[in-house]
């Protein structure tokens, strides 16, 4: 049962934006998955994403909001699932990635978890989802595709940008609500990204 979080921003203001329509929208006239996915950007993420997967010898991962496939082209992972509410961008993926057998690419509600990954990573992703069902809804999905890690990238305050962006402070709500995974590093922003690493990992004395 999900504990009652007082601290969360719940306003509802924003309730009935579809984040799955705006980006099959913007997928399907020709969009990308944004500035974060691109240049100096993308090569940070990658940077800290990469060493963490040579350093804990990561063989497998699931990309939880994957995008247009640009960010996941720098990652080094013998296996990588990437999941996307975007019935477009998936069948793009799948026709750019069609030769390369280590890349496996589903839709997030067709995808059946049977083996969970050892990292999932959850780039850019918390702060588009502005309506707090689906926002609380991804969260028990990035958590339950996991056996070990958990990489976020993302704002951990509260604040409501307009138009598709709002963030929320997601470690509390965590903390809170998933006792059984520790936040085990921080690793603080380039100063040209709206967030910064937050890495979980599964305490394995306690069952889910």
Known sequence: MERKFTNINTNNNNRNFDSTSYW??????????????????????????NNFIEKNNIKNLIDYGVGDGNQLSFLKCENIIGLDVSPTIIDQLKLIYGSDNTKQFYLVNNFNITNKSTLVISCEVLFHLINIDIWKKYITNLFAYSN????????????????????????????????????????KKNDSCLGDFYIFEKISNKVD
């Open 24 to 49: 099959e929208n913007r997928y399907s006239n020709g969009g990308n998955s944004g500035r974060g996915s691109y240049n100096e950007i993308a090569n940070y993420k990658a940077k800290i994403i």
């Open 148 to 187: 070990k890690y958990i990489i976020i990238f993302a704002a951990d305050y509260d604040k409501d940008y307009g138009n598709h962006c709002k963030c929320r402070k997601f470690t509390d709500y965590i903390k809170l609500n998933y006792q059984n995974w520790n936040l085990k590093t921080t690793i």
